[in-house]
């Protein structure tokens, strides 16, 4: 017999989110450098409303660096940045005064409310992910800015079921 692992309790990753606004919590966004090295912060996101889908992780990565200046160390990288753009537009969203700290404007929306509209997407640029459905947001809002949806289960045929659905066991020889 081969090694024993929890297997069934295992997750199977992240909830692909029908089409719908959302409640999140800003649980972190963290400096981290994309794989071709330039900076870029990592957020995560955990939905508290629709009730259907709490707890359920969304990741938003928000690239800053260019290849002219990776780390971004001059401010027009960060003016021109749409990484830094959406940054400000979450870190609006959280009712946080923008400063010229972004680690201090990061801590202080960390933990806060907000309200993001997600839609769903097929990834066309080349690579490992070409052709897989992924959540987007296309906008970000204050609380009370937008009504919560009141997405549910996805529905049978759709390419979020088809993504939710559970792995069946190989048959045994």
């Known amino acids: 017999m081969g090694r024993k692992w929890p297997g069934p309790e295992i997750p ?26 330039t900076l870029m912060y990592k957020g995560t996101f955990r ?19 260019s290849t002219d ?3 971004a160390e001059d401010p027009e990288t960060w003016k021109r940045s749409i ?16 400063t010229d ?19 769903q997407e097929i990834e066309t640029k080349e690579g490992p992910y ?6 987007k947001v296309v ?11 009141s997405a549910t289960k996805p529905a049978p045929g759709t390419a979020a079921a088809l993504l939710a659905k559970p792995a069946t066991a190989a048959p045994k020889a």
């Open 12 to 37: 199977t990753g992240g909830t692909l989110l029908p089409k719908d606004i959302y409640d999140l919590t800003i649980e972190q966004i963290e400096e981290t450098h994309a794989n071709a090295g």
């Open 130 to 135: 070409k052709g897989r459905v992924r959540n």
């Open 47 to 65: 939905v508290v409303e629709p009730t259907a889908f709490v707890g359920s992780p969304y990741w938003e990565n928000f690239n800053i660096g």
């Open 101 to 119: 700290d972004v680690d201090a404007d990061i801590a202080a929306a960390t933990g806060q409310r907000i309200l993001a509209s997600i839609e």
């Open 139 to 149: 906008r970000w809002y204050k609380r009370g800015e937008a009504a919560v949806g």
């Open 83 to 98: 990484g830094a753009q959406i940054l400000g537009r979450v870190i609006d969203a959280a009712l946080v005064p923008r």
């Open 69 to 71: 200046d990776p780390n």
